[in-house]
């Protein structure tokens, strides 16, 4: 899957929600601002979170009065495939960067 996600925020939320399945807007830039252990401008986080949702990456639904955010196939896709891709370049794998390149 080439050109999967370059921006790292867009990479970082979908691993978040990879690992919890569901999570409210606000716990989602909570969790992340702790990751980054610095406060993220609700603008600018909310605009990266609606990138995804325009991707097909992320889905949103409303539960009550909180928006509630989950990885679609698609975006479960794109997070295994770059982790297969990192864990390669990690562990010494094949070498080439055609293989898997994901930018």
Do not use: N
Not at 17 to 29: M, P, V
Not at 38 to 54: C, E, I, K, N, W
Not at 78 to 84: A, F, L, P, Q
Request: hydrophobic content about 30%.
């Amino acid at each position: 899957m080439s050109r999967w996600l370059q921006s790292g925020r867009r990479r970082d939320l979908c691993a978040l929600l990879y690992e919890a399945g569901t999570l409210r807007g606000q716990k989602l830039k909570t969790s992340l601002e702790r990751h980054y252990d610095t406060r993220l401008d609700p603008q600018s986080f909310y605009g990266s979170l609606d990138a995804l949702v325009d991707r097909g990456l992320v889905a949103v639904e409303t539960e009550g009065i909180h928006d509630v955010y989950r990885l679609t196939e698609a975006g479960i896709d794109g997070v295994e495939s770059h982790h297969r891709w990192l864990t390669a370049r990690v562990e010494g794998g094949s070498g080439t960067e055609a293989d898997g390149d994901t930018e």
